[in-house]
């Protein structure tokens, strides 16, 4: 059998390197790390002992016509330390988000997509 230990790395499709360089680093405040030199360009994101890497690849699969934000499409999630902190900061930067305090999770949530709809869910422990 197959001992799977954890993710290593997520990776979303992006249309704007730069774009989604400011995103990564600015909104989210991921740091940046050495990407091999491969035939496309990317960029690669420590999120603790895992990894996101972004793969610019015209259009982005998950690129949307609506501006709503569906939590039940593919996402991924990031912990944060402070649910209202989080918030404050997404508020401060004019980030469009769909805020979930009291959902049946035993955590509260945060929805948000980065420049190509990609959705990214950002949760902390309940107050």
Do not use: C
């Not at 994101?45 to 499409?73: C, M, N, W, Y």
């Not at 949530?109 to 709809?117: K, L, N, S, V």
């Amino acid at each position: 059998m197959m001992a799977v230990e954890r993710i290593h790395h997520v990776a979303v499709n992006v249309t704007d390197l730069a774009q989604s360089r400011r995103f990564y680093t600015e909104v989210l405040g991921l740091s940046e790390i050495p990407r091999p030199d491969f035939d496309f360009p990317g960029a690669w994101f420590a999120l603790g002992a895992q990894q996101l890497h972004l793969i610019v690849h015209p259009p982005a699969r998950t690129l949307r016509e609506t501006k709503e934000i569906d939590s039940r499409d593919g996402h991924f999630a990031l912990r944060v330390r402070s649910y209202l902190e989080a918030l404050d900061h997404l508020r401060a930067l004019d980030v469009p988000h769909s805020a979930r305090p009291q959902g049946k999770t035993s955590f509260q949530q945060i929805f948000i997509t980065d420049p190509d709809g990609n959705v990214i869910e950002l949760n902390a422990e309940r107050a």
